[in-house]
């Protein structure tokens, strides 16, 4: 898992990461935010919101690489409040597809991996250095 705190709100680093998202372009899968959905229902917690990003073609090089390997697409970015800081969490497409021990998915985890650099990189002039 690789996470960083940002001198951001969540809200503020969930909107850079959805504008980074749709220049790349990736595919936003979906969008949960755990505290607007735990508000409608009256509970109160801190901020916690996640990304799920993919794209079709890479679907269907990671089915053609390993079927079962599905269960791991789309990957996902979580932000959250906690220990009050605002972090950044994801776990890399190589740690992700590793116990599938195939080389296909090796390849295919390296280039998402890049992509994911680059969308994350849009936070950089926010990242906290730890």
Known sequence: MIRFTVNLSVDEAAEK???AVAAYPMGLVAYANGQA??????IAVPADQVLEIFRPDYAVKVWAA??????DIPLRIHLYEADGANWVAYRPAADVFKPYANAELD?????LDAIFTRLLASLDAWRIPS
């Open 66 to 71: 390993d079927k079962t390997a599905g269960i």
């Open 37 to 42: 959905n735990c508000a409608k229902k009256g």
């Open 17 to 19: 990461l959805l504008a």
């Open 107 to 111: 390849a295919i985890a390296a280039e």
